[in-house]
């Protein structure tokens, strides 16, 4: 929706107020462009945390963390089983029943570790995205209609409100948790290597540039390209809202 800066009358005059430069009434979709800040990761977890945004991340990397040494503990401990001298009949030494149920402690022990983790995270991820539709949809209703209805085109509210809500409500909270659980895997592999076989670590650092290098060309690529779909997506819906809109007159035809 385009206004000639023409004319005359109070009515114009508050009409140019909300023009651009192209003397256009209507804001085009912009999009950020290059990393996300930290101020940007600290929001989202203090919508779930009760405005303690760097504390429970803190707390939820210490669940991470603990879940994976558990882990290694288990490893290491079969590992241990294995290698420990046989008896004259045959078994490890202290008994399968000592190795076993030790095994199994630690086994049931991970297990819950990892599953209070997944219940804080998925709990959390609730309650952010509840805060998130709350915040935003209030805002929505509150929006004053001369400078935010009028110069924002529905498509752009529909968007916010449908396709990039249901990606922070559904898909956002997995790959957050499978982003930690994958570091966490990471590092803790990298510390029973270094523990384990010491000269590996003259090769990590040249693995290490090259995986970064890699992961840098994608992730620029791969995060434009979300962005550009997010904000081409606001068109289509701009398309479908005025068919609907016309569906009467589209029928006459």
């Keep these: 929706l385009c206004r000639h800066r023409?004319?005359?009358?109070?009515a114009s005059a508050e009409g140019e107020e909300l023009l651009d430069e192209s003397g256009c009434l209507l804001v085009p979709e912009d999009r950020k462009v290059g990393l996300l800040s930290f101020s940007t990761y600290r929001l989202y977890f203090g919508r779930g945390a009760c405005g303690c945004g760097s504390a429970f991340f803190f707390f939820v990397l210490c669940l991470i963390f603990t879940a994976e040494g558990m882990r290694i503990v288990c490893d290491l401990w079969i590992a241990d089983w294995a290698q420990a001298p046989v008896d004259a009949n045959g078994e490890a030494e202290g008994g399968t029943s000592f190795w076993l149920s030790r095994y199994a402690l630690l086994t049931a022990s991970?297990?819950?570790?990892?599953?209070?983790?997944?219940?804080?995270?998925?709990?959390?991820a609730r309650r952010?995205?509840?805060?998130?539709?709350?915040?935003?949809?209030?805002?929505?209703?509150?929006?004053?209609?001369?400078?935010?209805?009028?110069?924002?085109?529905?498509?752009?509210?529909?968007?916010?409100?449908?396709?990039?809500?249901?990606?922070?409500?559904?898909?956002?909270?997995?790959?957050?948790?499978?982003?930690?659980?994958?570091?966490?895997?990471?590092?803790g592999t990298f510390v029973v290597v270094a523990w384990k076989a010491p000269p590996v670590l003259a090769v990590l650092p040249f693995c290490a540039l090259a995986f970064a290098k890699v992961r840098a060309c994608y992730m620029a690529t791969s995060r434009e390209l979300k962005r550009l779909e997010a904000t081409t997506r606001s068109p289509l819906l701009a398309t479908l809202s005025e068919a609907l809109e016309g569906l009467t007159s589209i029928r006459a035809l």
């Excluded at 023409?6 to 109070?10: C, L, M, N, P, Q």
């Excluded at 819950?112 to 998925?122: A, G, Q």
């Design 128 to 187: 952010t995205s509840q805060n998130m539709h709350e915040r935003m949809l209030a805002r929505a209703l509150r929006a004053p209609v001369n400078i935010y209805f009028d110069t924002v085109p529905t498509s752009q509210i529909l968007n916010r409100l449908s396709k990039d809500l249901d990606v922070v409500d559904t898909m956002l909270p997995h790959y957050l948790l499978e982003f930690f659980q994958d570091w966490g895997f990471l590092f």
């Design 6 to 10: 023409g004319g005359g009358g109070a």
């Design 110 to 124: 991970t297990f819950v570790v990892c599953l209070i983790r997944s219940v804080v995270f998925m709990a959390f």
